[in-house]
């Protein structure tokens, strides 16, 4: 494929809609697309191999990088010897961390929060001096051949001197050894969000419980590993990216290279998944755009699966320290949280701020008048952590949920009780919570008696008690969540809010062509949720046309206005948002002209079954085609541009805080310790439903996301800092086999913070699901005297559990 | 550089004639020679069965298998499972079944649960679970995937993969 | 990732294979489903200077009954003896092997020839008490899967041999049970048991126990067996002799299981295995 076509972003070659005629695209529709369970658009290119992933890109000339990487966890380099590997046929360079001393500066980290010290030592594409972590990129080969590249790689040879390694972010709070030596100190930053009073609350509470919570290092494991392709020609760089975030990575190409940004285009085409782990400018991306520049070829870097799992930045990894008080009746009076969050070797994007969002929903979806969370932030000689799906929040969650079980085992109140006690009355929204964010609705019971309606808990206790007596070990585990999503406004998020040096809006672009076909542009940038058909649904409601023929153009800098893409489950809120605004502007403009051709008044013109027309007379309107006709013959009213044409840009002023109550229903094997998830039921308030497939489908994704982390996923490095689990060999994503159908249901309680009234929903099966998961372990094996266990629940830590509840003797 | 061997596949229906490094992995062949860039690649251990492609009419992983080691063999990929513009009902399936988000690992899926069909045409949910265990997804918690196999499976012609037909 | 460069081969007949592994020494490797190898190779953990591909060579295939022993050729995919039930155990554990794509490729020669002590055929050859046929310049010989495992990925094939056929008493009369743990239904073994019994009215007269990744290679839980040989076969005789699966065994630790929690799955997994092969 040549450039120009690549360069189409995600154009929809969806057949049916190719086949159909002129006529058919003027047919009118009537406006009832939201809420409907669409197939979706995306799809026909995917299910027949014909979408364009990074590494199905093709450039004439293109020269391959391999990275040469520490085999180290800590070390000074001390000789790097590239003549070997330049002198192999077909290779036409070799770089190191020196050759780069052009580069405006290191890589980014973009949250500066007002009044907080953030140690922010220096990032580079190559390491200079000294390597951090395993994997820490060294050098780079490039040449003709993908294989001999990698085979020119390994003759590069690098001598390093070994330093001092520290993996445990405890010990590295200690002191020395330092993964950073000139900082004189691991601890990256301290941060509070200090809500109500939690000493007085802790005080007056008759029950004082503490537990030691870790949520251990997950990978974001997105299926396609990361890819580049850069294409510096004639003072212009287009770089292909597997990225969330292609407007991101344009702003920092274009300042650590030195461009004007109008001469860089980055695109992402079809991207293979991101879970967080592609919300990032990443030093592969600037490095093949440098070598670009450089060599003048083009340059395409595909990550192998070890090198991802590796160095792509990972999740999670905080231990925290937990109290939460409770009087006798249940109602919570305070939760204080202390996290230890391990950064790894370097701050990302936004390492230090992600323990942070997950402070703001500390308290859950409960009335918690005292809620505190303490971070400290801490260097290890591990990868570097950032967002993963949920990003802090699934933390949080966790903590909340499996605290307040471990709080109703202590009152001897029923988990669904403590819930019920403390929820946040459906009265009372919008709701400031004690940590200051205003939830902006919910009705947290009405999510909970729906899941009982599922889940009959009196004849599950029975059949508990039963399979007991036969040996069977079955335990349900509740989680009510919300969460805050959306991510936006900039008054919060944004510099003079939390510190995030970008703003939260999103912008939006709707042409309506001559024939009365739609192209939209959205700045937020889809990797498989599925934009482009919900996007069409809300755009063609708006419109009085059918979803079909409204075409969505994602992840291209070079195509619509500026944007801030897709992480934090912020499209349909934000970005779908402001499609909607942006579609209504073109209505009104429609009307207009409609008032103006037809002689009404513009007041008078609605639109109705695909027409717009005049009140009261039905059968006097226009379709959009024959607005668009009109608009492009300049036949419109005086004054008024020709075209139909307009842009939007939209700054919420509230976030949104999805919610839910999920149960989890597990056996455990008490011989062997392992755990199987034999029913899931989740039932999720995203606001109003646009596409209600897709919901499901993020649901489902999300739900198995934490079932992975609780039960068979972790990222482990031993104590020298070598990574463990470097492969999908030892990091076990879960497969079709170990999990079970879920059963979906939904409510809908519209948000008013957006005129579609919807909520996110890419990240609330995954902020849920974890404390579900545990809650029903730690039920299954009260019986055997465990009472409270942390994640990840292998096996052998359960056999162990088992094992010591019982004095130390082997179950 | 060791020689270069001669290697003979149809892909889909189409001879070809490959000279080939004989550590060249089928799925590059298919891909970097070709031009089938649906197969994918996304582990480095026989994981992830993104790659998964049919030899001979058996599901196999494509970064495990040589090119050379499919000299004379009958290679289908997910490009050969539509026939005459009709999608292969495990396609059609999956699209109505929204049993795929961001698209990586389906055409192995697909290539997968066709391999699992031919072996077994009325699978139960765990038999297709069990099918399905050299695949991995990270998006659609398989849910949707398995009701796509299991609907698919009541369909006629779900048997046959594509050009093997 | 990619293997390192090397040369292939890929033989028409059984002498031709033979003679170009002895001219390539230490550096050859045949190649039969290439799901051992190619992964090591993938990873540079294997960097052969020449590959000699058995697929063109005659006579390597096929499952057949003769005087109640089947035998079994080495280039016998796994999910051959998967869909042949009349293998008893084998054809259980095959169907355990990793995922069907790799069933699809992988072979009981290759698979045996590797030596893995975490694959689940070796211990269901040990347990067979079957054989396997190794040809090399020197002629044929058959080696007895007791001698035929010797230490973690080492067996009793010579560098110039080629590993052609397997052996497998039928165990005509034997209830057989496979109990084999791991975290997802697609990966190794962590531990598993396989065990055949063959019950009289007096008693076991026949008991034999595998365990498979408890050490360097697989293991024949002798204990277990003697305990149990002569006795009726009951819930309480199989757990009270179960516990002693692990005995004698020094299982390596890894990142999901302790010496201790693999010698304690043994137990539980003999348990089991024999009570399945009882019929209990």
Partial sequence: MSAEEAGGGVATEVS??????????????????????????????????????????????????ALVRSPEAHARITSIDTQAASSRPGIHAVFTGEDMADLGGPLPMAWVPPGVEVKNPEHWPL?????????????????????????????????????????????????????????????????????????????????????????????????????????????????????????????????????????????????????????????????????????????KWIETRTENMAVAHQGRDQISHVKMGARRDGTVTAFHVKIIADFGAYNMLLTPLIPSLGAFVMGGCYAIPNVQTDIVGVFTNKAPTDAIRGAGRPEATHMVEVTLDQMAAELGMDPVEIRRKNFIPADSFPATVATGVIYDSGDYNKTLDRLLEHIDLAAFRREQEELRSKGVFRGIGLSTYT??????????????????????????????????????????????????????????????????????????TGTGPEGRNTYGSRSLAVGGEALARCATKVAEKSKAIVADQLEASAED?????????????????????????????????????????????????????????????????????KTKVVRYVAVDDCGRAINPLLIDGQVHGGIVHAIGQALYERVHYDEDGQLVTGTFVDYALPTAAELPSFETDRTETPSPVNSLGAKGVGEAGTIAASAAVTNAVIDALRPLGVNYINMPLTPMRVWEAIGQANGGASA | MSTPVSVHL??????????????????????DQLGLTGTHVGCDTSNCGACTVHLDGQAVKSCTVLAVQADGAQVTTIEGMASNGDLHPIQEAFWNDHGLQCGYCTPGMIMAAAGLLADNPNPTEDEVRHGLEGNLCRCTGYHNIVKAVLNASKVKGATIAGAES | ??????????????????????????????????????????????????????????????????????????????????????????????????????????????????????????????????????????????????????????????????????????????????????????????VAVCAVVKNTDGGAQDVRVGLTNMGSTPLRAGAVEEALRGQPLNAESIAQAAEQAAEGTDPPADLNASAEYKQHLARVLCKRALQEAAGL
């Fill in chain 1, 605 to 673: 013109v609605e639109l109705t079954d695909g027409k717009f027309s005049v009140k009261g007379s039905p059968d006097k309107g226009m379709t959009l085609a024959e607005v668009a006709g009109a608009a492009y013959l300049n036949l419109v009213p005086e004054g008024m541009e020709p075209g139909l044409e307009e842009t939007t840009f939209y700054d919420p002023e509230n976030f949104v805080f999805p919610f839910g109550a999920h149960a989890c229903i597990v056996d455990v094997d008490r011989d062997t310790g």
């Fill in chain 1, 483 to 556: 969460e805050i999503c959306g991510l936006a406004p900039s008054r919060v998020t944004g510099p003079g809010g939390v510190g995030v040096q970008a703003g939260g809006w999103e912008s939006a672009m709707v042409r309506v062509h001559n024939t009365g076909a739609v192209t939209v542009y959205t700045g937020s940038s889809g990797h498989g949720q599925g934009h482009e058909t919900a996007f069409a649904q809300i755009v063609a409601d708006r419109l009085g046309v059918d979803p079909s023929v409204v075409e969505v153009i994602h992840g291209d």
């Fill in chain 3, 1 to 190: 990732m990619i293997p390192a460069e090397f040369d292939y081969a890929a033989p028409d007949t059984l002498d031709e294979a033979i003679r170009l592994l002895g001219e390539g020494g230490e550096d050859a490797k045949l190649l039969a489903g290439g799901h051992s190898l190619l992964p090591l190779m993938k990873l540079r953990l294997a960097t052969p200077s020449l590959l000699i591909d058995l697929r063109r060579v005659p006579g390597l295939g096929g499952v057949e009954r003769q005087n109640g022993s089947w035998r079994i050729g080495a280039m016998t995919p796994h999910a051959t003896l998967e869909r042949s039930p009349d293998l008893g155990i084998l054809a259980r554990a095959a169907g355990t092997i990793a995922d069907p794509q790799v069933r699809n490729r992988g072979t009981i020669g290759g698979s045996l020839a590797h030596g893995d002590p975490a694959s689940d055929l070796p211990a269901v050859l040990m347990i067979a008490q079957g054989s396997v046929t190794l040809r090399g310049p020197g002629g044929e010989r058959t080696v007895d899967s007791s001698e035929f495992f010797q230490d973690y990925l080492e067996t009793a094939v010579a560098a110039d041999e080629v590993l052609t056929e397997v052996q497998l008493p039928a165990l005509d009369g034997f209830g057989f049970g496979y109990q084999k743990f791991n975290r997802r239904s697609e990966d190794w073994a962590m």
């Fill in chain 1, 16 to 65: 049916e809609v190719a086949a159909q005629t002129a006529e058919q695209r003027q047919a009118p529709a009537p406006s009832n697309h939201v809420g409907q369970a669409i197939r979706r658009k995306e799809d026909p290119r995917l299910i027949t191999g014909r979408a364009r992933y990074i590494d199905d890109i093709s450039l004439p000339g293109t020269l391959w990088a």
């Fill in chain 1, 127 to 299: 390491a200079k001096g000294t390597v951090n972590h395993v994997g820490d990129p060294v050098a780079v080969v490039l040449g003709e051949d993908r294989y001999a590249v990698i085979d020119a790689a390994e003759d590069v040879v690098v001598q390093y001197e070994p330093l001092p390694v520290v993996t445990d972010p405890e010990k590295a709070l200690e002191g020395a050894p330092f993964v950073h030596e000139q900082l004189g100190t691991n601890k990256v930053h301290e941060w509070s969000l200090p809500g109500g009073d939690v000493e007085a609350g802790l005080a007056e509470a008759d029950v004082v419980i503490e537990r030691r919570v870790v949520n251990h290092r997950t990978a974001g494991a997105p299926i396609e590993p990361r890819g580049v392709l850069a294409d510096y020609r004639a003072g212009s760089l287009t770089l292909w990216t597997s990225t969330q975030v292609p407007h991101f990575v344009r702003l920092f190409l274009a300042i650590l290279l030195g461009m004007s940004e109008e001469r860089v285009r980055v695109i992402a085409p079809e991207v293979g998944g991101g879970f967080g782990s592609k919300l990032q400018v990443y030093g592969e991306e600037v490095l093949a755009a440098w070598c670009s520049r450089k060599l003048e070829r083009p340059i």
């Fill in chain 2, 10 to 31: 149809t892909v889909n229906g189409v001879e070809h004639q490959l000279e080939v490094e004989p550590r060249l992995l089928l799925v590059h062949a298919l891909r």
